[in-house]
Nanobody, 123 residues
């Protein structure tokens, strides 16, 4: 339990869309709060979206992505998703999925991490 593997990153033009996936081992997505983080070069890792383990209702989003990104999960497939629309150059970063923390928790409070997937948005 706790192994996370992301996919779906790539290079797109501004205004485009990407969907990231994170396949988890075991019952991770039904046992832990799940989140997407991102880290741009020279910047700290920041939380992008968080979804609770018990219910997918009322996920949390960072203000910079609210209204453009959607976090969701498929418990049957043990998979976490991040649909990213209207992408901007400032969204360029390595995106990570994580498990174990919660809304407002710093990265250090998350127990499990994926390897990251690069998202590059050109203007």
């Amino acid at each position: 339990q706790g192994q996370l593997v992301e996919s779906g990153g790539g290079a797109v033009q501004a205004g485009g869309s990407l969907r990231l996936s994170c396949v988890a081992s075991g019952r991770t997505v039904t046992s832990y709060n799940m989140a997407w983080f991102r880290q741009a070069p020279g910047k700290e890792r920041e939380s992008v979206a968080v979804i609770r383990w018990r219910t997918a209702a009322n996920p949390w989003y960072a203000g910079s992505v609210n209204g453009r990104f959607t976090i969701s999960k498929d418990n049957a497939k043990n998979t976490l998703y991040l649909q990213m629309n209207s992408l901007k150059p400032e969204d360029t970063a390595v995106y990570y999925c994580a498990a174990g923390g919660g809304i407002g928790f710093p990265p250090t409070e998350y127990a499990y991490w994926g390897q990251g997937t690069q998202v590059t948005v050109s203007s």
